[in-house]
């Protein structure tokens, strides 16, 4: 079945902020935000990459070069972003990944790197974007799956996403004072780039490994970047307002059909 996208401009005015958003997830989740009237910053370290990405997304999207892992880089991202557009409404801090790595193989340098993008990344990127997050934002932070999941050798992938949603319910309070929302997103089975940059994956892996893993999805098929763009655009949105602390699962159902998952 074709991706239905949300078509009413719901989120007109808003400025919004996408963390790795040159490919998979975050640049189908700054089509969906753009689609529905956003103002999207896409961000990411490769600078060729994120103007391109920017340019192909139209001329709402903005495409900056940044490492969320350093904040020097994101307080010239805030900068820009108040210079150019006063405040941000919506963060979907997205950048990030993993693949598997076996237990005894695992290294000082892959440890680092896992926390450091998917949990430092986005502690970082929410924490230098509060001072120009307007009161009554909306902050989304993408999870993943497998923290419901014993995966063998994504143990560490998958803390870090634990810890993802973890933050989500904490700063929930914390910003409760600013009538900031928070919650988390929770992609199933989405291939993309990353199947190939991060897990490198062949093509042909990542197809075989699509039509193996459809039995156990109950609507059939695998995840799109924008099925979770969509599910973004809901919570950033007004028809989220009563809506914060969640994990919005979409998997196409696939952690709700299996005992011992959530
Ligand atoms: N795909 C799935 O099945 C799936 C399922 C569950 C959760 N997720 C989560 O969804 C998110 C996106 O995954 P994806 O599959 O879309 O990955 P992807 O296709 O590999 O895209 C990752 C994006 O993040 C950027 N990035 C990586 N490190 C960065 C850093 N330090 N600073 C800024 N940007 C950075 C990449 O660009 P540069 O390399 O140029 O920086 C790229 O734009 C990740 O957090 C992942 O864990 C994915």
């Not at 350093?70 to 801090?93: Q, Y």
């Not at 995840?223 to 979770?228: L, Q, R, W």
């Amino acid at each position: 079945m074709e991706n239905v996208k949300l078509t009413s401009k719901v989120l007109e005015g808003r400025v919004a902020l996408v963390t790795g958003g040159s490919a998979g997830i975050g640049y189908g989740t700054a089509k969906r935000l753009a689609e529905a009237g956003a103002f999207v910053y896409i961000v990411s370290r490769r600078q060729e990459q994120i103007e391109q990405a920017a340019v192909q997304l139209g001329s709402s999207v903005r495409g900056i070069a940044v490492d969320v892992t350093k904040k020097e880089d994101l307080e010239r991202l805030a900068e820009t972003i108040l210079k150019e557009h006063g405040a941000l409404d919506i963060v979907f801090a997205n950048a990030g990944g993993g693949r598997a790595i076996p237990f005894d193989e695992l290294t000082e340098g892959d440890i680092d790197h896992l926390l450091g993008v998917n949990i430092k990344g986005v502690i970082l990127t929410i924490q230098t974007m509060l001072p120009i997050l307007k009161d009554g934002a909306s902050v989304i932070l993408n999870a993943s799956i497998t923290a419901d999941m014993g995966l063998p050798g994504f143990a560490v992938y998958a803390s870090t996403k634990a810890a993802v949603r973890s933050l989500a319910r904490s700063w929930t309070t914390d910003l409760k004072h600013r009538g900031i929302r928070v919650n988390s997103v929770s992609p199933g089975v989405v291939p993309t780039e990353g199947y190939r940059t991060e897990q490198y994956m062949t093509d042909e892996q990542v197809a075989d490994y699509a039509d193996r893993v459809i039995s156990e999805i109950p609507v059939g098929r695998v995840g799109t970047p924008e099925d979770i763009g969509d599910a973004v655009v809901f919570l950033a949105s007004e028809a989220s307002s009563f809506i914060t602390g969640i994990d919005l699962v979409v998997d196409g159902g696939q952690t709700r059909v299996y005992a011992g998952n959530n």
